[in-house]
């Protein structure tokens, strides 16, 4: 049964309720003020930013409607816990370059303008990726699939616009996405289907060309998988003997509360470090959720709605609870074992209020995968990753 704070027992007087009440009051006030400068108001004042900034990045995936409501409440918030952001859609192709001849530059350059008044890492994402392209992308003026040669300047033109405009700015690139799958090695995209492997190789090149000082990441999910993990390793081997800048490895970090197991997790970092790579957790989040489909962050995956895969409406019940603070912890740990080879881990979101994981594969349901919760409150997931550092 739940705990309800201020019940008869606990406030045994009028005198004793109304103390109750201005205590919460200030507290609230000073989380607030907190907030308004920018400062985290956990951990002694400590973010989790300054906690672990001698061992990694701590970042977070921020959605278009933060900059788009101008929210200076939540980017103070992010301020004071994330020292790395990344925008979750807004540089992605079809939002950036929806149109052959149209640009939507106005939510990223607030992006970069926000990260370099507060002295934070960004990470560019993502300038090649099958999804979440605009349908024309791989068709000419007549609805003929292009040339290979037509789609290459297409490309050349993205990416040569992208990274140069934000040089000096933008610190790291995913620059290829989830163009590996477990089952085939190389994606069946129209990129590899027009192109062919090559297009890989070309899109690190163009986006090295275009700023010669930017990290650029390989970038995928599902990177604990056997097969992905081997095919990964030995197209990075392949990549450095035909001089493809590559610096880093992006695992994205899409877990659940038992799987994959850390061991699995630990191989994959020791396997990508040992090609001489960079490791990135770029998109960590762990699903607390039932689920009856086979582990994947595809996002065409769409499975459809049932009340008993979304039993937590009402909250988090405290073994579900016990269960996600120590898979963080475990997951920590981990990270901090590893942290000689680990750049960066982000959050993919902020909080459990805009958390893809809400609507991602069931559309609806209440998710529970981050360290705040949906009013950003820390929670003991939080508290014991933090506890980690203190």
Not at 325 to 338: G, I, Q, V
Not at 351 to 376: C, E, H, I, M
Request: proline share 4%; glycine share 6%; with cysteine.
């Amino acid at each position: 049964m739940t705990k309800i704070i201020g019940t008869k027992n606990e406030i045994p007087s009028m005198l004793n309720r109304r103390k109750f009440i201005r205590n919460s009051v200030a507290a609230v006030a000073g989380l607030a003020a907190f907030r308004a400068n920018g400062m985290s108001y956990f951990a002694g004042n400590q973010g989790l930013k300054d906690l672990y900034k001698n061992d990694f990045l701590i970042g977070a995936a921020l959605g278009s409607q933060i900059f788009m409501r101008e929210d200076t409440d939540i980017l103070n918030f992010i301020a004071g816990e994330f020292s790395s952001i990344t925008m979750e859609n807004a540089m992605k192709w079809s939002n950036i370059h929806p149109a052959e001849d149209k640009w939507q530059f106005d939510i990223p350059d607030k992006f970069v303008d926000f990260a370099m008044n507060n002295n934070m890492h960004m990470l560019g994402h993502v300038l090649v990726w099958h999804s979440q392209v605009p349908k024309d992308i791989f068709l000419d003026e007549s609805g003929n699939r292009l040339t290979k040669n037509a789609l290459l300047k297409r490309m050349e033109s993205h990416i040569q616009t992208v990274v140069h405009r934000y040089k000096g700015k933008v610190n790291a690139w995913d620059v290829v996405n989830e163009s590996i799958t477990p089952e085939d090695g190389w994606r069946k995209s129209p990129w590899l289907e027009i192109i062919g492997p090559e297009f890989m190789d070309r899109a690190f090149h163009l986006a090295h060309e275009a700023d010669p000082d930017c990290h650029l990441l390989y970038n995928d999910y599902g990177m604990d998988s056997p097969k992905r993990r081997d095919f990964v390793v030995q197209m990075v081997k392949d990549f450095k003997k035909k001089g493809v800048p590559i610096h880093g490895i992006g695992m994205q970090g899409h877990y659940h509360l038992e799987s994959p197991t850390i061991k699995e997790i630990e191989t994959s970092i020791e396997a990508f470090a040992s090609t001489g790579m960079r490791v990135h957790f770029t998109e960590l989040d762990v699903d607390v959720l039932p689920y009856d489909w086979e582990r994947s962050a595809e996002v065409s995956t769409n499975v459809e709605y049932a009340q008993s895969l979304n039993p937590y409406v009402e909250g988090l019940p405290k073994d579900v609870n016990d269960k996600l603070t120590r898979r963080y912890e475990e997951l920590f740990k981990l990270f901090l074992k590893h942290r000689d080879k680990i750049d960066r881990v982000t959050f993919w979101g902020t909080s459990d209020a805009d958390s893809w994981k809400n609507n991602f594969p069931v559309r609806g349901r209440t998710n529970y995968p981050l360290l705040f919760d949906r009013q950003r409150n820390p929670k003991d997931a939080y508290h014991a990753v933090a506890a980690l550092k203190q």
